[in-house]
């Protein structure tokens, strides 16, 4: 493996799809186990039961001694429990309320609406306008006086560039000087979504999600839409606490110094079972494991639940810090594998992780999308900006945005369990070719990583939510 952190970002050997298929022969039986077995849907449905994974809840604890037991069954070895502390995020009542005058004008009528507080929204009252931003984009929000107001924003981003995140329109916003912050849902069903305003740490201003339904009736009401200007109250009861929560480790593979990472977060939201984000993505990793455990690799494994993702990727970050980088030849990152039937490989500026599964595609002709733009928002970020290559495994349903995760819909139902165990043979290979002596992992240099996100236009969004990094200045 080559450490060497001058190397070029695109450098790096020429995995052969040949010994990929030459592998598939010595981990037949293991591969077969899995085809057939499941381990992966009792062990996704033991996650699920479990109902709130939240950071540092004690139904986190609850999965976090799940997966253990889970790693241990696998055949990891020197599995054990690595606890952090956090700022833990507690829910309360969430009010909305929408004040209009009567059709005869001579009177007012009030509308509650069900909304649910973002994690780290502070606990507060806004009465204000609204203001209707459309996607919520920075340049959606400049056009708008926004001073004071409530700011609605959808949960999806216009197609024909890069998808912005939650955090990033919050911050934009409240920059600009917004009282608070409403998150539609785009797709219909009442379901209003959920998801972390900051990393780790309470946000300046109230924020709440609302469904698709509840968005038309907001936006009709915005002061720079045409009809009836509302008033709007909206208060969040929520408190920001100490708190603990921890990663789990197991390893595979030989006692090398130099070893991969294989990482998955086990966390999810209070609203639902968490079964797609990630249930799916650590019991593909799971699966995984069982398979390596009984692979000849050349290269160690450390395989790590990580948590806390949903709240700030603070697992991924104490793990990061924990370790000495420099023995890490790189980290794979599985979360959204197992969701949808096609395998995405996000490879992060990296040309040899996404040479590694292009190879992996094409030995077993399973498609494997490769794309190289990199972001901020999952595990492998805390690695990745230190110039550790990565890959992030995910999986693609063909729609924009999240569909039915970081709602009440996101549960084991929506399950298909032959993507996870087919993925997690998939993650199996990957991690195998990614440990071949010959297979060169070169360092990303960090220069080029930073232009890499402002080509992608991030560096606006990401200064917003206050996730650019000071080196990059």
């Not at 060497?4 to 695109?10: E, G, I, N, R, V």
């Not at 200007?229 to 006692?255: I, K, L, M, Q, W």
Request: net charge negative; aromatic share 6%.
């Amino acid at each position: 493996m080559s450490t060497d952190t001058d190397a070029d970002t695109d450098a790096g050997g020429d995995p052969d799809p040949e010994r990929v298929r030459e592998r598939l022969d010595a981990f037949a039986p293991a591969l077969g186990r899995t085809w057939t077995g499941t381990d992966p849907w009792e062990f996704l449905t033991e996650l699920t039961a479990i109902g709130s994974r939240m950071g540092g809840s004690e139904g986190e604890r609850a999965a976090a001694d799940l997966v253990a037991d889970a790693f241990r069954e696998a055949g990891l070895r020197d599995v054990y429990t690595d606890p952090f502390e956090m700022n833990a995020w507690r829910r309360g009542e969430t009010t909305l309320e929408v004040t209009t005058p009567t059709r005869t004008g001579d009177g007012e009528r009030t509308r509650s609406f069900e909304a649910l507080a973002l994690p780290y929204s502070p606990a507060g009252a806004v009465d204000a306008e609204l203001v209707d931003a459309g996607y919520g984009t920075p340049e959606e929000i400049d056009e708008l006086d926004v001073e004071g107001k409530l700011v609605v924003a959808s949960t999806t981003t216009p197609s024909g560039g890069r998808f912005v995140h939650r955090m990033e329109k919050f911050g934009y916003a409240v920059g600009a000087g917004a009282a608070g912050f409403v998150f539609v849902n785009h797709l219909d069903g009442q379901l209003p979504p959920t998801g972390s305003l900051t990393f780790g740490e309470e946000a300046e201003a109230p924020a709440v999600g609302v469904s698709k339904e509840t968005g038309a009736w907001l936006r009709e009401y915005a002061a720079n839409t045409p009809g009836e200007t509302a008033s709007v109250h909206c208060s969040v009861d929520a408190e920001t606490v100490p708190g603990e929560s921890r990663n789990v480790v197991g390893r595979t593979g030989p006692d090398t110094d130099e070893r991969l990472l294989l990482v998955a977060h086990y966390d999810g939201h209070d609203i639902a079972e968490g079964a797609l984000d990630n249930g799916c993505g650590i019991a593909t990793v799971v699966t995984a494991a069982g398979i390596l455990a009984e692979a000849d690799l050349e290269l160690g494994v450390d395989v790590v639940a990580v948590g806390c993702e949903e709240v700030g990727l603070l697992g991924a970050e104490h793990l990061a810090e924990t370790t000495d980088l420099d023995s890490v030849a790189g980290v794979v990152n599985v979360d959204g594998a197992g969701r949808f039937r096609d395998l995405v490989a996000l490879s992060h500026t990296s040309g040899a992780t996404g040479a590694v599964a292009e190879a992996v595609s094409r030995a077993t002709r399973h498609p494997i999308e490769v794309e190289g733009e990199p972001h901020p928002f999952s595990d492998q970020w805390p690695f990745v900006r230190r110039g550790v290559p990565a890959l992030q495994l995910h999986s693609d349903s063909g729609e924009r945005g999240r569909g039915w995760g970081h709602t009440h819909a996101d549960t084991r139902d929506k399950v298909d369990d032959r993507n996870v165990r087919e993925h997690g043979m998939l993650t199996a290979l990957l991690v195998a070719e990614l440990a071949e002596p010959d297979t060169e992992l070169p360092r990303l240099d960090v220069a080029e990583l930073a232009d890499a996100f402002r080509e992608a236009d991030f560096e606006t969004g990401m200064r917003a939510a206050d996730l650019w990094p000071a080196g990059w200045e």
